[in-house]
């Protein structure tokens, strides 16, 4: 990972949209807030604002195009990386749109599809493109992958129309800039470990007793961490998933194996968050042989396993630990009960009941239990879950790793 520069570096983009100008002040603005800029540009965007002045304001090479002379070194990769948030200010709906679909046919699209850092957009156009259903959808589809979309303003548009389109305020737009820039680093120096996915508990050589959990809550709260600067160890079951950026990934298969992989790394760790579904029981002795269904009927005797997470609570020596509670019913008094049984900081609860949310979906809606009382969040995808999630522990897991400093 590249050394991070003491500002956060905002890449600011802007499209082809008579807002561009506004982009100026944009930058200016950021830059009084501390941060550092630079500017991609649409080829359209120069129609409206040169990339001169761009160079000017940021004293830094103004990208537009794939082809730019190699000696300005702004091509998209090293941008993409560079980037601690990448906000593109004003966004058109073609921009919106190809967005959506992936399309990197020019250096800012190319950017945004290499680029991890968060995305905040900022859309102006005209009020019928506006509340155009392909732009709708357009716009909850990006929030759903957790970009910060900043609704635009109404008043007088460009075009003489009179409704909602105007670029939003500027303040409001650097302010949802600045948010992220403080996020894209609050958990430096913080060591995470995040379990996740289903296990597997042998009954024979081919079979198993394991459970839906598609990991996928986990593995979006690991690659989260990472990004904010914490270093990260997922501990995870058998998941279909790659394994998420910048993250060391243990792959494991029963409950056995998470718990030692999990206590190999609880002695460094500051926070950990259990999301993964442990099997309670486990055969107490698997067949060694596949078993057939002419053999003399099966009977499998089953035995608990370790609990992972209780086990870490009775140990828990100032770490922030973050549990997850999925149930049918009594959603919040079992996740209390587990919040106090198991030394936990705070409880992530849902109800799985709900076929089309929990499990193997995107999308989730929880309940955040812990002393002070409970939260109910709206319903959000799993990435822009974790995201919140890191929200409300950012502050105790830094204390964590400042305790963990001063014991060292
Ligand atoms: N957990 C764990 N190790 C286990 C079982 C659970 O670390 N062997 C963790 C899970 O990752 C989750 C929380 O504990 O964070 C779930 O609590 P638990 O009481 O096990 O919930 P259930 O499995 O639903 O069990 P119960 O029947 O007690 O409600």
Redesign the pocket.
């Known amino acids: 990972m590249t050394e991070r520069a003491t500002s956060p570096l905002v890449l600011v983009g802007v499209t082809g949209c008579i807002a561009a100008y506004k982009a100026c002040e944009l930058v200016r603005a950021l830059q009084r807030a501390g941060c550092r800029v630079k500017v991609v540009m649409t080829e359209n965007a120069t129609r409206f604002v040169g990339p001169t002045t761009f160079r000017a304001l940021t004293g830094e090479p103004v990208a537009v195009s794939l082809w730019d002379e190699p000696a300005a070194r702004v091509h998209h990769t090293s941008l993409a990386e560079e980037a601690d948030v990448f906000a593109i200010v004003p966004a058109t709906a073609n921009v919106l749109a190809k967005l959506v679909v992936g399309r990197a046919d020019d250096l800012l699209t190319t950017v945004a599809l290499a680029t991890e850092a968060p995305l905040v957009i900022a859309p102006a156009m005209n009020v019928h493109m506006w509340r155009a259903e392909p732009v709708r959808e357009n716009v909850k589809a990006l929030q759903a992958r957790g970009a910060v979309v900043i609704e635009p303003g109404s008043g007088e548009l460009a075009c003489g129309d009179v409704g909602e389109g105007r670029l939003a305020d500027l303040s409001v737009i650097s302010e949802a800039i600045l948010a992220e820039a403080r996020r894209a680093r609050d958990l430096e120096g913080v060591a995470v470990v995040v379990?996740a996915g289903p296990t597997r508990e042998p009954i024979d050589p081919v079979r198993f007793i394991g459970n839906a959990s598609s990991g996928k809550t986990g593995y979006a709260i690991a690659e989260e961490a990472a990004r904010r600067g914490a270093s990260v160890t997922l501990v995870s079951g058998p998941t279909a998933l790659p394994d998420p950026f910048g993250v060391v990934t243990v792959r494991v298969q029963t409950?056995a194996q998470?718990?030692e992989a999990v206590e190999a790394v609880y002695g460094d760790a500051d926070v950990v968050v259990?999301?993964?579904?442990?099997?309670?029981f486990r055969p107490a002795r698997p067949y060694p042989d596949k078993q057939h269904k002419d053999d003399a009927g099966l009977v499998i005797e089953l035995e608990r396993?370790?609990?992972?997470?209780?086990e870490?609570g009775r140990r828990k020596d100032g770490r922030v630990l973050?549990?997850?509670?999925?149930?049918t019913r009594d959603v919040l008094a079992?996740a209390r009960r587990?919040l106090e049984?198991?030394s936990l900081d705070l409880v992530v609860a849902n109800d799985v009941s709900d076929p089309a949310l929990g499990f193997a979906s995107d999308d989730n809606r929880v309940w955040f239990v812990d002393e002070a009382g409970e939260t109910q969040l709206p319903v959000m995808s799993k990435r822009v879950l974790a995201r919140v999630l890191w929200d409300r522990v950012a502050a105790s897991a830094l204390d964590a790793a400042e305790r963990r400093r001063e014991r060292n």
């Not at 396993?305 to 209780?310: E, F, H, Q, S, V």
């Open positions: 379990t409950a998470m718990a259990a999301s993964a579904a442990v099997a309670d396993t370790t609990d992972i997470l209780a870490l973050v549990g997850f509670a999925a149930e079992s587990k049984a198991k």
